[in-house]
């Protein structure tokens, strides 16, 4: 591993109304996930108007919420995190399979399979999605990303995936998206474009669709300020991508918006079996349907101290 990066991220979401509102209870993930490649050095949350209560706890997968409740009444209900880590880069990673799960298909043991239900359940079933994903299946004596190799990263289940992370990147169009939700993977696939959210859900089912279990995954994205990455997407707001579980590595990171596989600029903050349960932000407010005037986010990652 190289000696970390780091970086300070700054996300501030600001709900305006016309006249004054009641605010219900709020929820955030907006707390870098620590890990063994990630180290979080500092962290603050402002909130504007004060919370009568502000609390934390552990989800179900272990990803940090904050849980604010409010009293009184405001046109303007404002977020502020800022978060300073280490971010630990494995360059050009080699992932060691176990060697029953370095080619496709693969069976995951008993045991892994018990534990592995939930990322392995498909939500939106569809006949083009499958035929997508065997498109990508390696071909007996072909070699390569359409062949079983007979060597991790060259071949076989890592050559499929990571030639699947590269056909979203390169055959559909990003489009940047701040309304809530997610496409349907079929429509995604049929439509050719889609936000970050969209493919991550996309991959997500094909990969499960293959048998592989998978997770979804919001966070930031650190965009270098060199011309090399003028192509990135996904900068400037919190970024969703996908991890997929393969006996030997764990849990591997890949990002079809950029063609990213491990952990390259990704921060991770939550990770969910499925998009809605690891949402940045949502609560509730009381108020004239007419009063809500929109809401606007800003994020930013930068790198030093």
């Avoid at 079809?256 to 940045?280: D, E, F, K, M």
Wanted: hydrophobic content about 40%.
């Amino acid at each position: 591993m190289t000696e970390p990066q780091r970086f300070t991220v700054r996300h501030v979401s600001v709900y305006r109304y016309s006249e004054p509102v009641r605010f219900g209870e709020h929820r955030m993930m907006f707390r870098p996930r620590a890990s063994h490649d990630l180290r979080l050095v500092t962290s603050r949350l402002v909130i504007t108007p004060t919370p009568s209560r502000l609390h934390w706890l552990h989800d179900v997968f272990d990803n940090s919420v904050a849980v604010a409740s409010f009293t009184g009444k405001a046109s303007e209900l404002r977020f502020d995190s800022e978060a300073t880590l280490e971010h630990f880069e494995t360059p050009m990673p080699d992932y060691a399979l176990e060697p029953y799960a370095v080619n496709w298909p693969f069976a995951y043991t008993n045991e892994e399979a018990s534990d592995l239900v939930n990322a392995r359940s498909r939500q939106y079933p569809d006949r083009d999605v499958d035929e997508w994903a065997r498109r990508f299946v390696p071909v007996p004596g072909s070699g390569g990303a359409s062949g079983k190799g007979g060597k991790n990263g060259t071949g076989g289940t890592m050559a499929l995936l990571r030639a699947m992370t590269l056909d979203i990147k390169s055959t559909f169009f990003y489009v940047r998206r701040t309304e809530k939700g997610v496409h349907r993977p079929g429509d995604t696939l049929r439509n050719r474009s889609g936000s970050c959210r969209d493919f991550a859900v996309l991959m997500m089912d094909a990969v499960r669709s293959l048998g592989l279990a998978a997770r979804f995954v919001s966070g930031y994205l650190f965009v270098p300020d060199v011309p090399e990455h003028d192509a990135v997407q996904g900068g400037g707001a919190t970024h969703a991508w996908l991890q997929i579980y393969l006996p030997g590595a764990g849990w591997v990171d890949f990002d079809p918006t950029n063609s990213i596989v491990g952990n390259r600029h990704l921060i991770r903050v939550a990770v969910a079996w499925n998009y809605y349960q690891a949402l940045p932000l949502w609560g509730t407010w009381h108020g004239a349907p007419h009063s809500f005037r929109g809401l606007q986010v800003d994020v930013s990652v930068t790198e030093g101290k």
